[in-house]
């Protein structure tokens, strides 16, 4: 009985919150898209004349298709998040629009300094491979790098928070090179590692190591000691208390010390492939620089713009999923 | 406890406890404040002891020594004859603050005991008695954040009780409760005490609670705390609140602790 009201009801409840069919802003959005695609077919190119100018179009034109037909469609249950981010396609098609009159079509902004977009589409349809290539290096260094600084970080901040003899002897050491930009150790790391890749791993670490230490310590430091009562009183031993109470009491604390540590990361593994490891995204933005190549260094600093937002998101959907017992969490 | 008392062969299901000459305090800026004076005590197995004084008298004190969770400075305490060194699942805690771990659902807090202890894996239904007994059985995968007050000190107590503890010592486990919760829990505490035969010792600032579930009430003076009075509560369960006796007990009680004006 209580079923059978509980799954009528539901139903009701969405459509009553629908207001129509048609989602005006998504038809807006796709309007926009039309109008770059347009201008960008019609309007001759100021200068000279970029290639790829008519796929810019094509492409403009297809993403206007898209938003219009998403606009137009019954509500269709995968829809919901592309009806959430209208206001935002909307807003995207226009930036593309004054994007391309400011630069191919009016020639307003200096050159080469500032690319037009077709430029962009240039640089991923010929350059893929090695842009691909970029990515792949790039993630390989970071990730070694990363996972061996919060591994490292994650137990020394245990040790720290649980052992009297661990805190005498590092937190001098972490206290000295902790406020340190990981950085400063790249000419240092260049000539005592045997190569730069295994030199950039190790700032990558350290750079990873130092705030997920200081968390995951402070983390377990702010334990509520009833918690140990408790657990000590109900027959626990050491081993359990670090592991079963104080590591899931400071998880929270760690997962702001590993999202610190991943934001450092990012900006020494950028540093270290401008400055010594010859591939990747880094010397990839090097290289483009020096060859006065801007078109590429736009791509490739979206591309790295869009590979540093997606692992950060991951790390929030592992936390979210991890820590699903808190309340009230902030949401990437 | 007659019963207990009758049957020497088989250990008591509740714990004798003997409390001698115990002094306790803290160092406070390199001074030591007195918390407990001179506190001697015996407790029968199977008795529910109330211990009543004003707040921050040392009452609670003394429960984290008699928990074994920190030596006392002067005097012993003997569990069964033999002295406490250190925290045992025998003798169980409930603190006023439910203090679930707010990580583990439900079933899992309670299940904490046994899995410490390692024999989670062959008792498993211990943890679903111990719910059933505290009527939680519908709420073990909840997490603690999704419990009202009330539950979650259930919770609590199950994960206490889940060990079967001969000792349960009680921190004003209905403290924080409102005050009709408080009533049902109290009744609830009575017959889950009466059913599983442990010695019940509780610190509690509410008489009438003290007067309601204990077979002893001891009423402590202010810091140092000291025993200034012992009072035996000779009346059978369930208890009416109302009865003439606990009301005249109240009466000197209420005179013990220098507040015989106010009623």
């Given at each position: 009985m209580a079923h059978a009201t509980s799954s009528a009801g539901l139903p009701a409840l969405e459509l009553g919150q629908a207001p129509?069919?048609?989602?005006?802003?998504?038809?807006?959005?796709?309007?926009?898209?039309?109008?770059?695609?347009?201008?960008?077919?019609?309007?001759?190119n100021a200068t000279d004349d970029w290639a790829f100018t008519e796929e810019l179009a094509y492409l403009a034109a297809a993403a206007a298709a898209v938003l219009a037909l998403a606009g137009l469609l019954p509500r269709a249950p995968g829809l919901a998040?592309?009806?959430?981010?209208?206001?935002?396609?909307?807003?995207?098609?226009?930036g593309l629009a004054v994007w391309e009159i400011a630069t191919a079509k009016l020639d307003l902004l200096p050159r080469p300094f500032f690319a037009p977009p077709q430029e962009l589409l240039t640089v991923y349809i010929d350059d893929w491979p090695r842009l691909v290539e970029c990515v792949l290096a790039s993630l390989s260094l970071l990730v070694t790098g990363y996972v061996l600084g919060a591994l490292t970080g994650f137990a020394t901040g245990i040790g720290l928070g649980w052992s009297r003899l661990v805190g005498y002897w590092v937190h001098p050491v972490l206290r000295?090179?902790?406020?340190?930009?990981?950085?400063?150790?790249?000419?240092?790391?260049?000539?005592?590692?045997?190569s730069s890749w295994a030199a950039s791993v190790f700032l990558i670490a350290l750079a990873t190591f130092v705030p997920v230490t200081i968390l995951t310590w402070s983390g377990v430091a702010s334990v509520n000691s009833a918690y140990y009562d408790i657990a000590r009183t109900l027959g626990a031993r050491n081993r359990f208390?670090?592991?079963?109470?104080?590591?899931?009491?400071?998880?929270?604390?760690?997962?702001?010390?590993?999202?610190?540590?991943?934001?450092?990361?990012?900006?020494?593994?950028?540093?270290?492939?401008?400055?010594?490891?010859?591939?990747?995204?880094?010397?990839?933005?090097?290289?483009?620089?020096?060859?006065?190549?801007?078109?590429?260094?736009?791509?490739?600093?979206?591309?790295?713009?869009?590979?540093?937002?997606?692992?950060?998101?991951?790390?929030?959907?592992?936390?979210?999923?991890?820590?699903?017992?808190?309340?009230?969490?902030?949401?990437? | 406890?007659?019963?207990?008392?009758?049957?020497?062969?088989?250990?008591?299901?509740?714990?004798?406890?003997?409390?001698?000459?115990?002094s306790h305090g803290f160092v406070l800026q390199d001074e030591l404040l007195p918390v407990l004076q001179d506190i001697s005590l015996g407790i029968e197995p199977g008795e529910f002891v109330a211990l009543l004084g004003p707040s921050g008298c040392g009452k609670s004190t003394l429960l984290r020594l008699i928990a074994g969770l920190e030596p006392p400075r002067g005097g012993r305490i003997l569990?069964?004859?033999?002295?406490?060194?250190?925290?045992?699942?025998?003798?169980?805690?409930?603190?006023?603050?439910?203090?679930?771990?707010?990580?583990?659902?439900?079933?899992?807090?309670?299940?904490?005991?046994?899995e410490a202890r390692g024999i989670l894996k062959?008792?498993?239904?211990?943890?679903?008695?111990?719910?059933?007994?505290?009527?939680?059985?519908r709420f073990g995968s909840a997490?603690?954040?999704?419990?009202?007050?009330?539950?979650?000190?259930?919770?609590?107590?199950?994960?206490?009780?889940?060990?079967?503890?001969?000792?349960?010592?009680?921190?004003?486990?209905?403290?924080?409760?409102?005050?009709?919760?408080?009533?049902?829990?109290?009744?609830?505490?009575?017959?889950?005490?009466?059913?599983?035969?442990?010695?019940?010792?509780?610190?509690?600032?509410?008489?009438?609670?003290?007067?309601?579930?204990?077979?002893?009430?001891?009423?402590?003076?202010?810091?140092?705390?000291?025993?200034?009075?012992?009072?035996?509560?000779?009346?059978?369960?369930?208890?009416?609140?109302?009865?003439?006796?606990?009301?005249?007990?109240?009466?000197?009680?209420?005179e013990r602790l220098g507040l015989g004006g106010s009623w």
């Open positions: 129509g069919r048609i989602d005006p802003v998504l038809l807006l959005a796709g309007l926009g898209w039309a109008g770059a695609a347009a201008l960008t077919l019609l309007w001759p998040r592309l009806r959430r981010a209208g206001p935002w396609f909307l807003v995207l098609g226009i000295l090179i902790g406020p340190l930009p990981p950085v400063a150790w790249l000419p240092v790391a260049f000539f005592t590692f045997p208390l670090v592991l079963k109470v104080a590591v899931p009491a400071a998880m929270p604390h760690v997962y702001v010390g590993l999202f610190m540590g991943m934001a450092a990361s990012f900006a020494v593994l950028v540093v270290a492939e401008m400055m010594g490891v010859k591939a990747g995204l880094g010397w990839y933005l090097q290289w483009a620089l020096g060859w006065a190549a801007y078109g590429n260094m736009y791509a490739a600093l979206l591309i790295t713009a869009l590979m540093c937002s997606g692992l950060v998101t991951l790390l929030f959907k592992v936390r979210d999923r991890h820590l699903a017992w808190q309340k009230g969490m902030l949401k990437w | 406890m007659v019963s207990a008392a009758l049957a020497p062969a088989a250990q008591p299901a509740g714990m004798a406890l003997s409390i001698e000459q115990v569990a069964d004859g033999l002295p406490i060194t250190g925290p045992d699942p025998s003798r169980v805690v409930v603190f006023q603050d439910p203090t679930l771990y707010p990580w583990r659902t439900v079933w899992d807090n309670v299940a904490l005991g046994l062959s008792q498993r239904h211990r943890v679903d008695q111990a719910l059933e007994l505290v009527g939680l059985t997490l603690p954040h999704q419990l009202s007050g009330g539950m979650a000190q259930r919770a609590a107590l199950a994960r206490a009780l889940v060990n079967d503890p001969r000792l349960l010592i009680l921190d004003e486990p209905l403290g924080k409760l409102d005050s009709l919760t408080r009533l049902t829990m109290q009744g609830e505490l009575v017959s889950l005490w009466q059913r599983s035969g442990f010695t019940a010792l509780m610190v509690t600032h509410d008489i009438e609670e003290a007067l309601f579930l204990a077979t002893r009430v001891i009423v402590f003076s202010d810091r140092p705390a000291r025993i200034v009075e012992e009072l035996r509560v000779d009346r059978p369960y369930p208890r009416h609140r109302d009865d003439p006796e606990l009301v005249r007990l109240r009466q000197r009680i209420l």
